[in-house]
Structures are given as C-alpha cells and as structure tokens.
C-alpha cells in the first residue's frame, strides 16, 4: 500500500486508529478454546467488529511465534483474512527484526512476499545495512525504532551522543538510507514534548505510537505535537480494545472501545485539517 | 545448558566452534531438492557430519521464517534433531529478538520452551524490560548484541555516549540486570582489539563471535585477545563450512572445513590453556 492509500483511508474513516492483535490464549473468551483455531476465531470476530473504525491492524508477532508452527498458521489465516476481505486495511507486521544484508531480505521476504504485510517493524542496533534491505521493496513501508514506551528506553535510546539523545540520532542517521520514503517511526506516547523535537527532524514521516490508554499516555497531547498537515500518526491500540470483555460480547465490546478512540481521533481532524 | 557443561564440551572437542545453519534453498546441492523437507535433510547431513568437531549450532532463523510455515517445520524438526540425537551440542536460535515485557517471555517460551534452544539472541535497544524476561529461563543463556560485524555497526554501536561506545554501555549496563550470570554478547571478529576492551568489561563471560573467515576477521587475533581462563568464546562459521561444496560430497566437504578450524582451535588451546 502507498502513503497516499493509507492516507486516503485515514481520511474516509475519519480515523488513524491502529489495533493491535496481541492476541493472548489465556486472555480470549473461553468459548473460544473449543474452535479449530481460537486465536484465528478470535481474529476474525475483531477485525469484523471494528474494521470499518479502524485503519490498520498489527498483530506482534512474538504472540504468535510464541505458539511455535500453529501461531504462524493462525498469524497466516489472519492476514489472508485482512488482505482478501478487507483490502483497503493497513497491516503491520510487529517483529522487530534487525539483522544484516541477505538476511533482512530473507525477513523482508518472510513479511512482505510471504505475509503480504504493508510493512514491518524493525530495529536499528544494527545500522544502515540491517534495515535498507527492508527499504528496497516497493510500495512497502519499514517502520523503525525510534522512542519505544517502556521504561527500558532510558537505558539506551535517551542517552546522548554528541548532545543529541540516541533516539534523534537514529532518525536522522535512517534518513540518509537509500529509499529513505518508506521509512515510519515507532514514537511512544510517554512524553508529548518528544514529538515536537521529532517533527523537527522528520515533518513529513507517519508515526506509530504505541502506548496511548493502556500504557498512559494521552491522545490529544500526542496529537497535539506529532499530527501533521498529511495527518502523519497511527495510533496503536491493544489490550484496551481487544480485551474490553472476555465473555460472548468480547467483539461488540472491542468495538464500543475502539469507537471512542475513533470519535476522538475525528474530533481532532476536524478541528485541525 | 549450563555453562559449565558447555565448557566440558569445548574441553572434551578441543574446540570452540558454533556452525551457523543459515540454510539457503538457492544454495544447497540441487539433489536435496527432490527430497520432502530439503532444508532439514541438508542440516541432519551437516550435523551428522561434523557433530564431534563442533560444540553449537546456530540456526539463523530469518532463514527459516522467510519460507513460512514451511520453514518453521524444518527449523523444529532441526533442533528436535539435534537434541533427540546429540543432547550434548550447544544450540542458539539466532532471532536477534527484542520486545518488552510480556511479549519478550512470549519470544522467549518460543525458543526456550516450545523450540527448547540453549540460548537465543536478543537486540539491546530497548533496554532492559526487553532482556530481563529472556534472563529468567534456569540454564538458558541470553546472547545480547553488542558489537555487530557489519559496516552498519558504524552507524550507533560505536559512537560516544559520555566518552564510551554505545557498544560497551550495552555491556556495561545489561551486566546490572537480573539475572545478568545467563547473559553472553555477540562481538563481531572485525577488530581484534575492541576485545581487549570488552575484556576489561567482562573477564568472565562467553562471546559469541561472528565473522572470522568469510567476513574477515582472524581467529588467531580474535583468541589473542577474546580468550579466557574458561575459554569464553565461540567461533561461528557459517557459509564457509555448509556452502564448501554443492554436490554430492557436501556433507564430507563441511567436515573438512570444520576440521581445519577446529584443529586451529586445538593449537591454540594447548598454547593457552
């Protein structure tokens, strides 16, 4: 998918909601254990329910891994569900992947030919010929590390190199990659001050933000400081949607919580585009 | 594995050498093809052949991954292989994963657990509720990366944060987590002295160390400054052992290649030990 589709679909639905599938076998309603494959169930019931609230879906890959050859299957049936009945979604493959030259291409291949994800999270330990090989495929997006949400973040990311800290660095190093456009940034939504020095350096770029409800932080602030005039932001939503009931209504549920984030979201694009 | 076990392997082989499973289907003898899992036929000849010159094998798992599910049937019938068959290797699952919290234990049960390596690799950039969770597996060894040996190592491992490369801060700082005895750092074999100063960090721990021969580097200069008391290093070689020949004898060339290194290793610790 381009930048102008997802950004096209952001504007019909009013919304830059992203869900995340992190789906948890001990967290999905327990009627759902007696299907063929509950976390495919589960999947399916979710997307359904929200799909025309929703822009993006980005299931973390290591729930599924975590669940050895049937996670890949069921990760497998979710996509092939998205791509063929829900074509205009944006689909994230949260993996965090960072090796070097032909391997990267070997996990580019895994998530965009393979998958048919729109785009991949990736570290940046690794430099420059660790994340190119991601950026070479076309109409891919290759969504890097920048300012996770976590506490661990202040181990590394915020220490600073030459005045700057870390997380600044790799933003500006990644743009001088070669085919630099396909490049997001993963930017968590604990500090709101963090985007406005991040729109200095990449105005135009989108942004996934984990950590907005579950994790604190809050969407206007965010918003406040990171939307740009091309909208700019997806905002990532896990647990609080996804887990809002465990019980028969778990999909109507997700979708009440994924609506008032989306009534939110179109109240502030109203206001600012 | 405990470490102590790994280093009675190493004393009982005379050797230190990791054979790194990067299984290319472009690359392997063309007869392989015809055969139901090509990938896994290949890796039980390689392992068959030269399981009592080397003490680990380390599966790349982009390799497998790029082939979907496919792959992860050939990568779990690998390492049941290898532990059903020789319980005694030392197995890494190099996943370079990095993830907080919950989702670091769900990457970890995968390859601990459901996949049961010895150890696994995991990326620094989120720091340390990304590696904590990998760190409570009893007698599992987290393999952090430290310093890479690809050109894009240039990018961030080796700049200054308050006058030390980010390279040593991650080790520095990871040796403070919980749990920090279950860690090993990958250290490219691209400059023997950064091992000097690793050393200096860390006397005691394993390093695993890519890119001697086909990148570049020395052993002899690796083991100069990288060897320890307990040894405290394993050498992987990849292409160069499993890619010496694509034809029939592919299995008998890779012990050729692993001997010879392994007899090196041989000198070298009868010189040091």
């Known amino acids: 998918m381009t930048t102008q589709q997802l950004l096209e679909q952001i504007k019909k639905k009013n919304s830059f909601l992203c869900i995340g599938l992190d789906v948890d076998m001990t967290k999905i309603p327990s009627f759902l254990l007696k299907e063929e494959d509950p976390i495919f169930s589960f999947n399916k019931a979710i997307i359904d329910a929200t799909h025309d609230v929703a822009v993006a879906y980005k299931p973390n890959i290591a729930f599924y891994e975590a669940y050895g050859i049937k996670g890949w299957e069921s990760l497998k049936k979710t996509i092939d569900y998205i791509n063929q009945n829900y074509p205009e979604l944006y689909t994230i493959a949260d993996a965090k992947r960072g090796d070097i030259g032909n391997t990267a291409t070997m996990y580019a291949k895994a998530f965009f030919e393979d998958m ?63 085919n630099a456009d396909n490049l997001m940034y993963v930017v968590g939504a604990t500090k709101a001050e963090y985007f406005k ?77």
């Open 116 to 178: 048919e994800f729109d785009s991949v999270t990736v570290a940046p330990y690794m430099g420059k010929d660790s994340v190119e090989p991601f950026l070479t495929f076309e109409n891919k997006h290759t969504i890097l590390l920048a300012l996770t949400s976590n506490e661990g973040a202040f181990d590394f990311q915020t220490q600073l190199i030459e005045g700057k800290p870390l997380y600044q660095k790799v933003i500006e190093k990644s743009q001088t990659y070669n």
């Open 197 to 273: 020095e991040i729109r200095n350096i990449v105005p135009h770029s989108f942004l996934l933000v984990p950590g907005v409800g579950a994790q604190g932080g809050s969407l206007q602030d965010v918003c406040q400081y990171g939307l740009n005039d091309q909208v700019g932001l997806l905002i990532n939503s896990s647990r609080g949607i996804i887990f809002a009931s465990n019980k028969e209504d778990f999909a109507e549920k997700a979708r009440e919580q994924a609506l008032l984030l989306q009534r939110e979201m179109s109240d502030i694009l109203k206001e600012r585009l």
